[in-house]
């Protein structure tokens, strides 16, 4: 089955009433797990760090990152607070760290099992090497990176997962544990890839959907989709191609005031996109080609046999101009039209009977 995060992100404003509605519509849709993102805003960006085009234009306003990012931090407290209600709600609560002191905060303090890498920490390796480290399964995204990035990364977090504890990193040492047979496993057993294109919204010209195809091919490991596209119809069309992980973006109100509100799902569409992903999984079924429980009531009365094309005499040679294929299946299988010519038959038949010689 297809793992489906809703991401809520920064899309609670800085409110934690807000980000408790948030969880409440993931749950309602059917989400496996909610996701928000934590961090501590002066740790993430300097002050002369501009916003992406994407969220001046999305908020309407121009402003630094660190200005914008103070306004969408939550405390620690408000996470510890949030991970018991998504306990108490039954759905699985995530967040994507983005400074080592959110990270520990997240693995030590509220215990979480499965860890977000996004995209823009895939070439920062003391980053990395931090996630991996803490042995947790990582799901990590691949929006801008190539496939030169992401092996690179796999490096990295091949190490964190077999090295010693006294091994000194390097990149020589992350080559060497991503060529290794323990460090191939430990990528298996521990790391989701996902696509993703990191423009919000992208344009559905950006997508690139067979990417997802190259990964799997590339890397060996499970790969889905984080969809920043607008609708729902990427995300189910990867879903159909196999995505193991779907991760979408989702808001109370698309006309909130934020950098993530416009290229985000209203509550509607997420339940929309939830129910196509879980119909698209029921149809997906096997790789095995057999008839299926429910058509085979069908088989006996929609194929046909061969039949008397007219009254047939005993002991009549019988000829193409005797011989019908009909409906139902129940005579001589049409495969044997050929065979049963310039035979007598064993016994008259009325025309449409069918043939059993």
């Given at each position: 089955m297809t793992l489906i995060i809703a991401e809520a992100g920064v899309n609670h404003n800085g409110d934690e009433q807000l980000a408790r509605q948030l969880i409440d519509v993931a749950k309602s849709a059917g989400a496996d797990i909610v996701k928000f993102q934590t961090f501590k805003a002066a740790k993430l960006a300097t002050s002369a760090a501009a916003q992406a085009q994407y969220q001046t234009s999305n908020s309407g306003v121009a402003e630094s990152q660190l200005s914008m990012l103070s306004k969408l931090e939550l405390s620690f407290a408000a996470f510890r607070r949030l991970a018991d209600y998504c306990q108490q709600q039954q759905i699985e609560f995530l967040s994507t760290a983005f400074d080592d002191e959110s990270l520990d905060f997240l693995v030590n303090?509220?215990?979480?099992?499965?860890?977000k890498i996004p995209s823009g920490e895939?070439?920062?390796?003391?980053?990395?090497?931090?996630?991996?480290?803490?042995?947790?399964?990582?799901?990590?995204?691949?929006?801008?990176a190539t496939l030169a990035d992401?092996?690179?990364a796999l490096g990295v977090l091949a190490f964190g997962y077999t090295a010693a504890p006294e091994a000194k990193p390097s990149v020589a040492a992350f080559q060497q544990a991503y060529a290794s047979a323990s460090g191939q496993q430990a990528l298996k057993d521990k790391v989701t890839l996902l696509h993703c294109t990191s423009e919000y919204p992208t344009p559905l010209s950006d997508v690139n959907l067979r990417a997802m195809d190259t990964l799997c091919a590339s890397f060996g490991l499970a790969v889905g989709l984080s969809d920043h596209s607008a609708g729902t119809v990427v995300s189910i069309a990867a879903a159909a191609r196999g995505a193991c992980v779907i991760e979408k973006h989702f808001t109370l109100d698309r006309l909130m005031e934020g950098p993530d509100h416009q290229?985000?799902?209203?509550?509607?569409?997420?339940?929309?996109?939830?129910?196509?992903?879980?119909?698209?999984g029921q149809a997906l079924g096997s790789r095995v080609k057999t008839p299926q429980r429910s058509e085979l009531k069908n088989k006996a009365?929609?194929?046909?046999?061969?039949?008397a094309a007219r009254d047939i005499e005993a002991g009549e040679l019988l000829s193409a101009d005797c011989i019908a294929v009909m409906r139902p299946e129940g005579g001589a299988?049409?495969?044997k039209y050929w065979e049963i010519q310039s035979i007598k038959a064993s016994r008259s038949y009325k025309a449409g009977e069918p043939l059993v010689d």
């Open positions: 303090e509220l215990n979480l099992q499965r860890l895939i070439n920062n390796a003391p980053f990395l090497l931090r996630h991996a480290q803490t042995g947790r399964q990582l799901i990590l995204s691949t929006g801008m992401i092996e690179a290229a985000s799902l209203s509550p509607d569409e997420l339940h929309q996109l939830i129910h196509g992903v879980r119909q698209v009365v929609i194929r046909k046999s061969l039949v299988s049409p495969f």
